[in-house]
């Protein structure tokens, strides 16, 4: 007796209908069939009339806006997932508050807490280090940075961590620098159930905002191995929970020479897209200790710290490219970014210009670049994956820009003198430094403190969605749009009003003129964020607020 062939599961075939589809190939389309999981047809309500039939699920997407999903370009994973459910420290405004935060906390084992901001307090006065311990009840405290490149530890931790004697740790309860690295690895020794749920809070999260994948930027400094293992192994997970965004991830780990650098890959147990992301040459401005060519305004004689040379940076970059993958630094300071572009002329120097440009490296941040430096990026063909809401938060008169830098931060963020000198961009949150709220991300874009800055919305809108699959070098090219034969990859926003941005260099306004033949993009200047109600992934629901019924299936 034989056995009987598999009889293969049949394509589930949904209709979409009766809203606004974002696509570049039918800018007036109000329908989209998903045949599986790809963009199988997009159209006009009259033509979804006439391909309907009793096979097919049909959505009615009352009105709705169905866009490509959004790509977050530089994530943690875990550490969102435990700023979400840890201490939410953002609102304090006194180290008073702060310890009396703690002090309510019902953790059981150590106190964690994000998003403190003591630019924000009337007296900057950090809380000691055996405050924190009294207020926490003996337990270990551990506080990041609402830039997490700093923390605030109590007596306890900062003894489990061993960090007298640590580079960063001084007198005070902030560590930074190698005494960070430190604390922060002493407080996210979890086990792997631990890991996973707070990855799995974190995904959740991406998911009921509208985001279909997003780039993990791992690295030995933020977390263990087996983080990373875990984080790569949703894209392979089965069963209940499993339908999640796709985890693009990068391992953030100095190579010397293109064997050290294929041993390390070898080593990891996951496949990763590079040795890039928090691969760091600098730090954070919030923290003084991005790399600059001048003092910090508000600390004379202070210009941060370069972590790697040039040399080192170099031999990763020519390493990196001699086996065809993205190297990649977080650099934020201009003279950290000094020293990334004398590494890329080195590594060019060494393993020739068009290896280099060949593998796609990218930086992470790049906040202060002047027009010689985004020059010699473009010259490189780097990537740079910038975060802004950095420049909503922190880029106004009297901000902490301006506290730190003076008149140095009209020149931050430069997106407009990026995309005007040819450098690809791609945006992210750099979650949990900010939020995961594409739509704000995009509207950061659009309203820049620097007008000449500013970008289109649809400009910004790429940048958070297409752009970030083409920064990871992502197999499949079609990615990120809404085409046939594309990935049925998106997400359904409610949302007040339909609009089209003329992109235009006399005028930057709105329009609902239909002759623009531009897709339509919703009204950011309404004050609310359009709310999402489903995220689907690969033709599989990640999300769902439970609104949009079927009219037949």
Same mark, same amino acid.
């Given at each position: ?183 922060? /690895?002493? =407080?996210?020794?979890?086990? @792997?159930?631990?890991? $996973? !749920? ?5 995904? &959740? %999260? +991406? #998911? *009921? ?82 790399? /600059?060519? =001048?003092?910090?305004?508000? @600390?004379?004689?202070? $210009? !941060? ?5 040039? &040399? %080192? +940076? #170099? *031999? ?93 931060? $009209? !020149? ?7 995309? +005007? #000198? ?94 623009? $033949? ?36």
């Amino acid at each position: 007796m034989t056995d009987s062939p598999a009889v293969p599961t049949p394509r589930k075939i949904t209709l979409y209908r009766n809203g606004s589809v974002y696509t570049a190939a039918d800018p007036f389309a109000t329908a989209m069939l998903v045949d599986g999981d790809t963009v199988a047809w997009v159209g006009s309500e009259q033509a979804a009339t006439s391909i309907a039939d009793s096979s097919m699920e049909v959505i009615d997407l009352q009105g709705a806006l169905l866009a490509p999903g959004f790509v977050d370009s530089h994530v943690h994973l875990t550490e969102t997932g435990i700023a979400l459910d840890s201490l939410q420290l953002g609102g304090v405004r006194s180290a008073a508050e702060l310890l009396d935060a703690v002090a309510g906390s019902r953790a059981e084992g150590t106190v964690l807490g994000h998003g403190w901001d003591e630019t924000l307090w009337a007296d900057p006065t950090l809380p000691a280090r055996e405050e924190l311990e009294r207020a926490a009840g003996g337990r270990k405290v551990y506080l990041s940075r609402v830039d997490v490149h700093s923390a605030l530890v109590s007596s306890s931790l900062a003894a489990s961590a061993g960090l007298d004697g640590v580079d960063g740790f001084s007198t005070g309860s902030q560590v930074k620098r190698g005494a960070h690295t430190a604390a922060r /690895l002493a =407080a996210r020794q979890l086990p @792997a159930a631990a890991l $996973r !749920g707070y990855q799995q809070r974190a995904l &959740a %999260e +991406a #998911a *009921a905002n509208g985001y279909v994948a997003l780039a993990e930027m791992a690295a030995p400094h933020i977390g263990s191995l087996e983080d990373l293992q875990l984080a790569a192994g949703w894209n392979t997970a089965t069963g209940e929970g499993a339908a999640v965004p796709e985890i693009l991830p990068y391992w953030g780990q100095l190579a010397t020479s293109a064997e050290h650098a294929q041993s390390v890959l070898d080593g990891l147990g996951v496949s990763v897209l590079g040795l890039a992301g928090d691969l760091n040459i600098d730090g954070s401005i919030g923290s003084r200790t991005a790399a /600059l060519r =001048a003092d910090y305004s508000d @600390a004379p004689g202070e $210009r !941060g710290s370069l972590y790697l040379s040039v &040399a %080192e +940076a #170099a *031999a990763h970059l020519a390493a990196c490219s001699l086996l065809g993958i993205q190297a990649g630094f977080h650099v934020i300071g201009d003279a950290g970014l000094d020293a990334a572009l004398d590494a890329l002329d080195q590594a060019a120097a060494e393993v020739g210009e068009q290896r280099v440009r060949a593998a796609g490296h990218r930086l992470e941040h790049v906040e202060i670049a002047d027009p010689d430096a985004i020059s010699r990026l473009a010259r490189h063909s780097v990537t740079v994956s910038a975060q802004p809401v950095f420049d909503a938060l922190w880029g106004g008169e009297d901000s902490l820009y301006q506290q730190r830098l003076g008149s140095r931060r $009209r !020149g931050m963020n430069p997106f407009g003198s990026f995309y +005007a #000198a040819g450098v690809p961009i791609c945006f992210g949150s750099d979650s949990p430094v900010t939020p995961l709220r594409p739509w704000s991300s995009v509207r950061a874009c659009l309203e820049h403190n620097n007008p000449a800055e500013q970008i289109s919305a649809r400009a910004a809108f790429l940048g958070h969605t297409r752009a970030g699959w083409r920064a990871a070098r992502y197999r499949n090219p079609m990615a990120g749009q809404l085409v046939p034969g594309a990935p049925a990859s998106f997400a359904v926003w409610d949302v007040e009003e339909l609009m089209v941005q003329v992109a235009d260099g006399r005028v930057q306004s709105w329009s609902t003129d239909p002759r623009a $033949r531009t897709p339509l993009l919703p009204a950011l200047d309404t004050g609310n964020d359009p709310v999402c109600l489903r995220t689907v992934r690969d033709g599989h629901e990640l999300f769902t607020n439970g609104s949009l019924g079927s009219l037949s299936s």
